[in-house]
């Protein structure tokens, strides 16, 4: 459990410095992360792949909406951005998952 809380220790003292635009991409991919792991698990998907399909689901969307920016006028593809919706989802998959088994 120790461990756990130093992730979350750790995450927090990362995004502190962040922008809010930072802490809404790793927080919407927490969320994203949460929903789809929840769901998997409703239709009796196995703990294993829940995780994989929601960590993978939740990077494809974060991908897709970087790409889409990408594509507007004064705008790039943020790989800082996506750095932020990485910490989202494995803090979802380390810190609530993991631990429940």
Not at 34 to 61: C, D, G, H, N, V
């Amino acid at each position: 459990m120790i461990k756990y809380s130093l992730i979350i220790l750790l995450s927090i003292h990362t995004m502190l410095g962040q922008s809010e635009d930072k802490i809404m991409h790793t927080v919407t991919c927490m969320g994203i992360s949460t929903a789809t792991y929840t769901y998997l698990r409703y239709k009796k998907q196995t703990k294993i792949k829940s995780r994989l399909i929601s960590f993978a689901s939740t990077m494809a969307i974060g991908t897709l909406k970087e790409v889409i920016d990408s594509r507007s006028v004064n705008n790039k593809f943020d790989w800082e951005d996506m750095g932020a919706n990485a910490i989202g989802a494995l803090s979802f998959q380390l810190v609530i998952t993991i631990p429940l088994g």
